[in-house]
């Protein structure tokens, strides 16, 4: 990522002076945008593709997810609901947890298996829980993408216009998974990333700025980037999308 040439600002408590001023000005706008209710934990829907190509990144997932309640737990507390697909059409959804090993111990239960992407039912589900009530963001890791891109894009509607940022995690460069997970994140407002197979720093770090924006909105991502580089990638990606 190019280095940002801005010179930042004096900064307000709580914000990193390492952000631009342009930096600075995204949150702001985007933290008065959608205010979270201080009574209300976050909630984000963390959606996998199980398929039989994700079996070494699935286990890497599973070693990391407990980091991201932790995170989150800094700030306030997160509710994780599972939604996964595999096989032939599976597609399922756990229930809302709290806990970050019990969400580790039904992972640690699932087995990858061959089948075609189903990203559009994941879509699908987070828009009829955001319709339940609010859902601070959808993470999808995904290294395929296997559908009609504007069915797709019609699934992601209602997250746009629900306000639930979907941040679309890609493993490996398939120019076509790319272009889907850029289109999703850009119609939802959310962001895009890129990770290498088997590069579990950058997974961690992305991961624990998602649940950091799920728990507790623009403030609280835009206070972990003085320390983080996922966050302040988070941040640079949320920006592209605008």
């Known amino acids: 990522m190019a280095a940002d040439k801005t010179t930042p600002t004096k900064s307000a408590p709580g914000t990193p002076a390492a952000l631009s001023a342009d930096t600075s000005a995204f949150l702001a706008e985007l933290e008065r945008r959608a205010p979270l209710s201080a009574e ?8 996998l593709d199980a398929t039989m190509s994700r079996q070494p990144a699935w286990d890497l997932a599973c070693s990391l997810q407990m980091e991201m309640f932790e995170e989150a737990a800094r700030i306030g507390g997160l509710d994780v609901q599972l939604i996964y697909y595999r096989g032939l059409g599976e597609c399922r959804a756990s229930p809302w947890i709290t806990d970050g090993a019990k969400l580790g111990a039904l992972m640690a239960r699932i087995q990858c298996q061959g089948g075609r992407t189903q990203i559009g039912r994941v879509l699908r589900h987070t828009a009829s829980q955001a319709a339940k009530g609010p859902v601070g963001a959808l993470v999808f890791v ?3 993408m296997e559908e009609n891109v504007d069915a797709l894009c019609a699934e992601a509607g209602p997250l746009a216009l629900r ?6 995690f890609q493993e490996g460069a398939d120019p076509t998974t790319e272009r889907a997970f850029r289109e999703i994140a850009r119609l939802t407002k959310g962001a895009y ?3 290498d197979a088997g590069a579990s720093a950058e997974l961690r770090a992305l991961l624990r700025a998602a649940a950091s924006y799920a728990a507790g909105g623009a403030k609280a991502l835009a206070a972990l980037a003085g320390a983080s580089p996922g966050a302040r990638r988070l941040i640079s990606a949320m920006q592209d999308t605008r």
């Open 163 to 168: 306000g639930v940022p979907a941040f679309m």
């Open 193 to 195: 990333c890129r990770f």
């Open 40 to 47: 209300r934990r976050g909630r984000l829907i963390f959606g």
């Open 142 to 144: 995904g290294d395929a």
